[in-house]
């Protein structure tokens, strides 16, 4: 499996992005998809992540101005990103984790970072 991000770039806040990810090889029905962030000095943190039944769990900080979504058809997911502030600076990595059944373990797949700068 291979994921490839796209969409990142320098915005001024207040503005917005939308970051993509596609996914290619096997995919099982069984997943999350998701985005985390990684900023200098600090740990990768989740940012929002939607299951295969469209559930929906997002960060405290970016709740309101973020939206995950995903396109099932096209194996691929995205986060689209409103009201951004220059905290939101980070590196941003698209994952997908899956499993063939939920008795089995999980795979877990990053993609390759996508900067995301937001000047004040």
């Known amino acids: 499996v291979q994921l490839v991000e796209s969409g990142g770039g320098l915005v001024q806040a207040g503005g917005s992005l939308r970051l993509s990810c596609a996914a290619s090889?096997?995919?099982?029905?069984?997943?999350?998809m998701g985005w985390y962030r990684q900023a200098p000095e600090r740990q990768r943190e989740l940012v929002a992540v939607?299951?295969?039944?469209?559930?929906?769990n997002y960060a405290d900080s970016v709740k309101g101005r973020f939206t995950v979504s995903r396109d099932n058809g096209k194996n691929a997911w995205y986060l689209q990103m409103n009201s951004l502030k220059p905290e939101d600076t980070a590196v941003y990595y698209c994952?997908?984790?899956?499993?063939?059944?939920?008795?089995?373990?999980?795979?877990?797949?990053w993609g390759q970072g996508t900067q995301v700068t937001v000047s004040s």
């Open positions: 994952n997908l984790k899956q499993t063939r059944s939920v008795l089995k373990t999980w795979d877990d797949y």
């Open positions: 090889g096997s995919i099982f029905s069984i997943n999350d």
């Open positions: 939607i299951s295969s039944i469209r559930s929906t």
